[in-house]
């Protein structure tokens, strides 16, 4: 059982009952997370990933209470296109966070000013947060987290927590547009990961990539490493 996987490891696992309470749990985790941050060091990070799964929670965020004008929001990876189009990441961010972002200080990693040269804005506008305090990843059918795909170019390097890089360019392929993506040197800075997945189909993504053990095959697998936690459903968002 994948749960018995986690629980050897010292990951933390919740398994919720439907996507709203999954959300809940979710956003109420960032929640603690961030007090305990700002109580402890006076301000806090939080680094938040894109795609359709994190919308209810980021809902639910923007409805907690909390000293945002103390937190940094950022993101992990972003596609390469303006915030006005409708795959933007911190579009969706936006959307669902507006009050949040009125007070949080913002930095979204699209700027328009080439692939590459958002790549090195980026690296140094996020460097200096390091070690960031929470990260919330996503995971794909393939088991690509953030923006590292199953054997991309450069992957290895990349995933390794000792890389030069914070940040990186990550080149158009067949449909798939250009991104930018956190490396696993920002990532794994992290004081808390938080891996928040649904439907059965990405259950057994995880557990293939718990069982191959290859992060080269299956990215996420090299993330899967305390402090984390992890957030199921298997009812999947409409």
Not at 9 to 15: K, S, V, Y
Request: with cysteine; hydrophobic share 45%; aromatic share 6%.
């Amino acid at each position: 059982m994948i749960e018995t996987w986690i629980a050897e490891r010292g990951l933390g696992w919740e398994d919720s009952q439907s996507a709203q309470a999954q959300a809940g749990a979710v956003a109420v985790h960032i929640q603690m997370a961030l007090q305990q941050a700002i109580a402890q060091r006076g301000r806090a990070s939080l680094a938040l990933s894109g795609g359709r799964g994190p919308a209810l929670f980021l809902r639910c965020l923007e409805q907690l209470d909390l000293a945002w004008e103390k937190v940094t929001v950022t993101q992990v990876d972003e596609r390469w296109v303006p915030p006005q189009d409708a795959q933007s990441n911190a579009r969706l961010i936006q959307q669902c966070m507006p009050r949040v972002l009125q007070r949080a200080t913002w930095l979204p990693m699209y700027q328009g000013r080439g692939l590459e040269a958002d790549a090195q804005h980026c690296h140094a506008m996020l460097e200096p947060l390091l070690p960031l305090d929470v990260v919330v990843l996503g995971m794909g059918p393939d088991g690509h987290t953030a923006s590292l795909f199953p054997h991309m170019p450069g992957l290895s390097e990349y995933l390794s927590a000792q890389t030069p890089a914070v940040c990186i360019a990550v080149p158009a392929e067949g449909e798939r547009v250009a991104r930018l993506s956190m490396t696993a040197r920002a990532i794994q800075s992290a004081r808390l990961k938080m891996l928040v997945f649904a439907g059965e189909d990405k259950r057994q993504t995880l557990g293939a990539a718990v069982q191959a053990a290859d992060p080269l095959s299956w990215p996420i697998a090299a993330f899967l490493t305390p402090p984390m936690d992890i957030f199921f459903t298997k009812e999947q968002q409409p």
